[in-house]
């Protein structure tokens, strides 16, 4: 079936402007969760949503990000006034049950990414 | 504080010379522990989830083992087309925690 998708694939963007990345996560899945990949860096969470609860947005680096994932499915993370140090591959993935359940793992699925370039 | 430490960061191999890479943990209490491959350009594509120490799984040419303290990825006889980024991610015990991911290790075999 199909994997999680995620638009545009690149985005090259001048200090100061907003962008929004695009993601698709596998249709059924509960959980979705949005990563930040620095170049010689490891994944770094930034949020995370369950079905219809309130998102867990603890690993957001500023009040410049904000997500929202609309009808339990796709999801726009958004990014005001764009820095350089804001230039990364940002990555979607999401899962069948989430995090919520201490008695089991849940394998996240991760889309292609969207490459940001801030000039 | 959880962590997750990947070793070596960097791994030339030839073809058909078997290696072993590491992912060392300390975490509170461990769910369990994903490794996956990365290849440029592309998303991080799951190969193994193992939950306590002593379990192994296999995939073809790759083996992943557990133990308290770490998990290794064993390469048998590497292929080129194995040449990837390998992430190591651990799911720490308490609910609602996102994966910590190492900063992985880059396989490069030549033929």
């Known amino acids: 079936g199909a994997g999680v998708s995620q638009s545009p694939s690149n985005k090259v963007t001048e200090k100061g402007k907003d962008v929004e990345l695009r993601c698709d996560p596998i249709?059924?899945?509960?959980?979705l969760y949005w990563y930040r990949q620095s170049l010689g860096q490891g994944l770094e969470f930034l949020i995370y949503f369950q079905g219809n609860s309130a998102p867990d947005k603890s690993g957001l680096p500023s009040d410049r990000f904000s997500a929202e994932r609309t009808g339990g499915s796709v999801s726009t993370l958004t990014i005001q006034r764009t820095q350089q140090e804001d230039s990364a591959v940002y990555l979607c993935a999401s899962s069948l049950r989430g995090l919520a359940q201490l008695s089991s793992t849940d394998t996240q699925y991760f889309g292609p990414g969207t490459r940001l370039t801030v000039l | 504080e959880d962590q997750v430490t990947q070793s070596p960061e960097a791994l030339r191999l030839q073809e058909g010379e078997s290696s072993s890479l590491n992912c060392s943990y300390t975490v509170s209490g461990l769910r369990g522990l994903f490794w996956y491959r990365q290849d440029p350009g592309k998303g991080p594509e799951f190969l193994f989830t193992?939950?306590?120490a002593g379990e192994e799984k296999e995939k073809e040419r790759l083996k992943a083992t557990l133990t308290k303290k770490e998990s290794f990825l064993h390469i048998t006889a590497p292929k080129p087309e194995d040449s990837a980024t390998y992430l190591c991610?651990?799911?720490?015990?308490?609910?609602?925690?996102?994966?910590?991911f190492g900063k992985g290790t880059t396989l490069s075999v030549s033929s």
């Open positions: 991610a651990v799911q720490v015990a308490q609910a609602g925690t996102a994966l910590i």
């Open positions: 193992l939950y306590s």
């Open positions: 249709s059924g899945h509960t959980a």
